[in-house]
């Protein structure tokens, strides 16, 4: 990616938590062998904000994101979604909280190669029985520009075009948040910039809230806040970000 994201962010400081976590660790192994890949981190994110967690590889950032999500179990602290302690949730509640409540991008596009674009984006509600928002459908595909592609299949549409049509359909429930983990991974830099003006466009028009795990601070330019993290500690944060002060905060971190 050639360029760095220059609109300004609008201000979420009054805006409420949409999720919270307090005192979360989690600890793999025992004895000796015992890895702290989280440690006793407090963080919050706020509805309609875009953050983007960076850190040194095995900062934690990862096993943040997944504990945050309910992908993972965290060994003490609580994680909670609106009101909602996720931590005392049994397998088949975080299995619906997960479907009804929270989004997914991953680096790999997770589509179906059997459907179309369309059918991608629409399997999510169908499989939840839910009604479709056709106005917010039609909302998102206006802004990513796949209507002329709703047809194909993915092995038809570029690397960019699938990562718009998993943004899509983690988008269109409007669920309370959206985890991004590497979603530009796999992207060149033109595609990859797309798919992340989209996400801000997403955050400050349709208040979605977005947490983004990368390694790249082009990619967490976009955001309207970085938070770092070192040894499974929150080590810093930045907000308003450019691609040159997150490189230089990570430089720092890695020192």
């Known amino acids: 990616m050639s360029h760095t994201a220059t609109v300004s962010a609008p ?13 979360l660790s989690k600890t793999y192994g025992t004895g000796d062998s015992r890895v702290h890949a989280l440690d006793d981190v407090d963080i919050a994110f706020t509805r309609g904000a875009f953050t983007a ?12 994101m997944h504990c945050l999500a309910g992908l993972d179990t965290a060994t003490s602290g609580t994680v909670h979604l609106g009101r909602t302690d996720i ?14 409540r929270i989004g997914f991008i991953f680096q790999s596009f997770n589509l179906l190669p059997m459907l179309t674009a369309e059918q991608n984006i629409l399997l999510p509600a169908q499989i939840a029985k ?7 459908f039609a909302r998102l595909i206006e802004v990513t520009g796949l209507g002329p592609r709703l047809d194909h299949l993915p092995s038809k549409l570029s690397g960019g075009q699938q990562q718009r049509v998993a943004v899509a359909r983690a988008l269109l429930g409007a669920p309370e ?19 992340l003006a989209f996400l801000r466009e997403s955050a400050r028009e349709l208040g979605q809230t977005i947490v983004m795990v990368t390694h790249d601070p082009v ?34 971190l890695e020192s």
């Open 11 to 23: 201000d979420h400081t009054q805006a409420p938590p949409v999720v919270i976590a307090r005192g």
């Open 53 to 64: 967690i960076m850190g040194p590889s095995g900062s934690g950032k990862s096993t943040l």
């Open 87 to 100: 931590t005392r949730l049994k397998d088949k509640e975080l299995t619906r909280l997960r479907r009804d």
């Open 130 to 136: 839910r009604p479709v928002d056709r106005e917010r």
């Open 177 to 195: 948040v959206v985890y991004a983990d590497e979603p530009t991974g796999n992207l060149d830099s033109r595609s990859g910039a797309e798919v």
């Open 219 to 252: 990619a967490a330019s976009y955001a309207d806040r970085v938070v770092f993290l070192r040894d499974g500690r929150l080590a810093d944060e930045l907000h308003a970000p450019t691609a040159q002060t997150v490189t230089d905060r990570l430089l720092a």
